[in-house]
């Protein structure tokens, strides 16, 4: 019998990112999944509330850290990738297309010559159906591009970490409206977490609390076979195309949008500092 993880997972209601904590409970291995670094926009300063609660929580269950991973390049919190890892240790991970994503925002900031845009800045770039180890847990990577094209969903046991291709029944489906999104390649992946068994544990990266409920940091695949409201009228990847398109041009751009693609592509690092020894993120006028 496969065996399952245990998931402590943490909600940042500043902006609306689940970070989970996914540990063997035979070794006590973990990686930390989208770790959200705090990010003050009119200060323009970064501070680690957020993800000093995770760091407090993998020392008090006295686990040790193997991973940091990401889902994809987030839009809408700077990470805190180098600070788990500053902090606890482990290697960092992300699918292997993130370098089209560099490449594509590299033109939009007009980042330095030296920026590398093949994903050198992680340590682990993975491939579709690549599996890695936390302790005695298998890990299994899907792709599963639309919202961004370097979007994965890491499988592990019976535990789904989604990023954002879906959220929770009630609110539906990932935009498809940046830069190399596609809301037909959103459709098939997430028909490929659909083919997961009904009983598997979805885990989201986003809860909007729509009508004031309370947040829902995970759902089952049943629940989202019967319930989602982008899914359940659209027979096929057209009607879902046309639903999405439709719902994204009347959507206005993340609030972080900006500072935060700058820094993730980078892996959670600041642009270089130039010559006082600061470092300075851009705001590109009349582009996004």
């Given at each position: 019998m496969a065996l399952n993880p245990k998931v402590i997972s943490f909600f940042d209601d500043r902006?609306?990112?689940?970070?989970?904590?996914?540990?063997?409970?035979?070794?006590?291995a973990s990686a930390v999944i989208d770790p959200v670094l705090d990010y003050d926009a009119a200060a323009g300063r970064t501070y680690g509330e957020s993800v000093e609660a995770v760091i407090n929580q993998v020392g008090q269950d006295g686990l040790s850290v193997e991973w940091v991973l990401e889902t994809h390049v987030h839009a809408d919190h700077l990470t805190a990738a180098p600070y788990?890892?500053?902090?606890?240790?482990?290697?960092?991970?992300?699918?292997?297309?993130?370098?089209?994503v560099q490449a594509t925002f590299k033109k939009i900031f007009n980042a330095e010559d030296a920026f590398?845009?093949?994903?050198?800045q992680f340590d682990r770039?993975?491939?579709d159906g690549e599996e890695f180890r936390?302790?005695?847990?298998?890990?299994?990577?899907?792709?599963?591009?639309?919202?961004?094209?370097?979007?994965?969903?890491?499988v592990i046991g019976d535990a789904a970490f989604v990023g954002d291709t879906l959220f929770a029944p009630d609110y539906g489906t990932a935009r498809c409206d940046f830069p190399g999104g596609d809301a037909r390649?959103?459709?098939?992946?997430?028909?490929?977490?659909?083919?997961?068994?009904?009983?598997?544990?979805?885990?989201?990266c986003h809860d909007y609390m729509p009508n004031g409920r309370e947040v829902v940091m995970h759902c089952t695949v049943a629940e989202?076979?019967?319930?989602?409201?982008?899914?359940?009228?659209?027979?096929?990847?057209?009607?879902?195309?046309?639903?999405?398109?439709?719902?994204?041009?009347?959507?206005?751009?993340?609030?972080?949008?900006?500072?935060s693609v700058q820094v993730n592509m980078r892996g959670g690092q600041l642009p270089p500092p130039e010559e006082n020894g600061v470092s300075y993120l851009k705001t590109p006028v009349n582009l996004l």
């Open positions: 902006t609306f990112t689940i970070t989970h904590i996914v540990a063997c409970p035979e070794t006590g788990v890892k500053d902090s606890l240790g482990g290697k960092t991970g992300i699918g292997v297309n993130v370098g089209t590398a845009t093949d994903g050198s770039l993975f491939a936390i302790g005695n847990l298998t890990a299994r990577v899907l792709h599963t591009p639309g919202h961004t094209p370097a979007c994965v969903t890491y390649r959103l459709y098939a992946s997430i028909q490929k977490i659909l083919a997961l068994p009904d009983e598997a544990r979805i885990f989201l989202q076979k019967a319930a989602n409201v982008h899914l359940k009228d659209c027979a096929g990847p057209e009607a879902f195309a046309a639903m999405r398109d439709s719902r994204d041009a009347k959507l206005t751009m993340p609030a972080l949008i900006i500072p």
